[in-house]
């Protein structure tokens, strides 16, 4: 079981992730708009920042290099539950999203709005599984730095949020406020 609760079961999922990211980025359509190159870098900056201090290993981080959690191996098996249900949530809605999918905020050609699966509840549920791989992650790690580096994974998925959410709603009007109302953003709406 101890070779199950490792940082190589932690990297491994994460590699799964990237894999099928990557894999999966080149079947999209063609992007029709595009958000401006400074609010795509600078999403990538409080992204790369954030990710960074959850995964370095070799920096220290002064105070930041604390523990919030004690280390012991319960812990660590929860957090790669979180890591594998939050991998495994992302992918799931990133094969719902198909070919509209990017990684930039984008409208494509003949884009129109998901609603299915994941999407049927919440409006963004990449960042959701995203965000709960992270907090795993971050969890297995157990520093301060990793915690703050979720939260910086947090601000960036909600600042693309609202810009998805801003270019979505003047796209489809009426229909896409209906579907706001009647799902959560990150967190799915159950009701």
């Not at 939050?86 to 809605?93: K, S």
């Not at 884009?111 to 791989?133: E, K, T």
Request: aromatic share 12%; net charge positive.
């Amino acid at each position: 079981m101890n070779i199950l609760i490792s940082w190589n079961t932690v990297t491994a999922l994460w590699l799964i992730f990237c894999l099928y990211w990557a894999i999966s980025a080149l079947r999209v359509q063609r992007a029709r708009q595009t958000e401006p190159a400074g609010w795509r870098l600078a999403t990538l900056a409080v992204l790369g920042c954030g990710a960074f201090l959850v995964f370095s290993r070799a920096v220290n981080f002064g105070i930041l290099s604390r523990r919030f959690i004690p280390e012991n191996e319960a812990v660590k098996a929860i957090a790669i539950a979180l890591v594998g249900l939050g991998v495994a949530f992302a992918i799931w809605a990133r094969r719902h999203l198909g070919e509209f999918w990017s990684a930039r905020v984008t409208l494509k050609e003949d884009h129109h709005l998901i609603q299915s699966g994941p999407y049927a509840r919440a409006r963004h549920p990449i960042y959701s599984g995203l965000l709960l791989a992270m907090i795993g992650t971050a969890l297995f790690v157990g520093e301060w730095r990793a915690a703050l580096g979720v939260f910086l994974v947090f601000v960036g998925h909600w600042l693309k949020a609202r810009r998805e959410e801003s270019l979505l709603a003047t796209e489809f009007g009426a229909a896409y406020e209906e579907y706001r109302r009647r799902t959560g953003s990150l967190v799915p709406r159950m009701l």
